[in-house]
C-alpha cells in the first residue's frame, strides 16, 4: 500500500512539467482526424488552442521587430493561415500535430529574417514632447548589435539545435514540453541542447 501511495505521488509531482505540452497535443491530435475531413469547428478549435502558443513562440524568435518589415502579429497570422491551408493535406507521420505546427512556425520566422535581410527597414522616431527616461539612441544601436551578434551566432547551429535552445532558454520549457513539440524524447532534446551550447562556446573562444 505504502509502495502504491509513493508511486502515485510521484506521478501527480511529474505531472505539471508534461501536462501542458501534452495536453495541448493530445487535443490537437483528437481534432486534426476531422479537421482534416473539413469539420469548420473543428480547424476553428485548432486555430483557437495553438494561437497562444505561436504567439509565445514568435514573441520570443522574433524579439523587437522594429528592423523587420512585419510585426510578430503579422507572422502569426502567417503561420495560422498556413496552418489552417495545410490541414487538409496533412497526414501523421509518427510525430504529433503541435510538432507539425512548430515546424510551420519555424519556416515563417525564417522567411520574416530573410525578407529583412532583403529589405531592411528603418523606422525614425518621431520627436517626444517632454523629456524620457527610456533608453536613448546609444542604447538602443548597443541592445540592436549585441540583438545582431547574437543572431549571427546562432548561425552556426543547426536549425534544430536553434529551436531547441529557443524553446528551452527563451520560452522556458522543459525537455519534456520541448520533446513534445518538435517529436522527440527529451534525452534527444537535452543532448541537442548539450551540443549547442557546447557549440557556442567554443565558437566565443576562438573569436
Known amino acids: 500500500m505504502a509502495t502504491?501511495?509513493?508511486t502515485a505521488a510521484l506521478s501527480k509531482n511529474r505531472t505539471p512539467a508534461l501536462s501542458e505540452s501534452r495536453r495541448v497535443a493530445?487535443?490537437?491530435d483528437a481534432l486534426i482526424g476531422a479537421a482534416a475531413a473539413g469539420d469548420r469547428a473543428?480547424?476553428?478549435e485548432i486555430v483557437r488552442v495553438v494561437h497562444p502558443l505561436v504567439r509565445r513562440y514568435c514573441g520570443a524568435r522574433l524579439g523587437?521587430?522594429?528592423h523587420l518589415q512585419v510585426t510578430a502579429d503579422d507572422v502569426v497570422q502567417e503561420i495560422l493561415i498556413a496552418t489552417v491551408n495545410a490541414i487538409p493535406r496533412y497526414r501523421d507521420q509518427g510525430k504529433s500535430f503541435l510538432a507539425f505546427v512548430?515546424?510551420?512556425?519555424?519556416?515563417?520566422?525564417?522567411?520574416a529574417f530573410r525578407r529583412s535581410q532583403q529589405h531592411p527597414t528603418y523606422p525614425m522616431a518621431e520627436m517626444p514632447d517632454t523629456p524620457s527616461n527610456e533608453a536613448g539612441p546609444e542604447e538602443w544601436a548597443l541592445?540592436?548589435?549585441r540583438r545582431a551578434a547574437t543572431k549571427e551566432l546562432m548561425k552556426i547551429l543547426a536549425p534544430a539545435h536553434r529551436e531547441v535552445l529557443v524553446m528551452r532558454i527563451v520560452l522556458g520549457w522543459s525537455a519534456a514540453q520541448t520533446a513534445e513539440a518538435i517529436g522527440t524524447s527529451p534525452?534527444?532534446?537535452?543532448?541537442?541542447?548539450?551540443?549547442a551550447l557546447n557549440k557556442l562556446r567554443a565558437e566565443l573562444k576562438a573569436a
Open 102 to 111: 512548430y515546424g510551420i512556425a519555424a519556416n515563417k520566422v525564417a522567411d
Open 187 to 195: 534525452g534527444v532534446v537535452r543532448v541537442m541542447q548539450h551540443r
Open 4 to 6: 502504491e501511495h509513493n
Open 26 to 28: 493530445a487535443e490537437l
Open 64 to 66: 523587437n521587430t522594429a
Open 42 to 44: 473543428a480547424i476553428t
Open 143 to 145: 541592445a540592436s548589435e
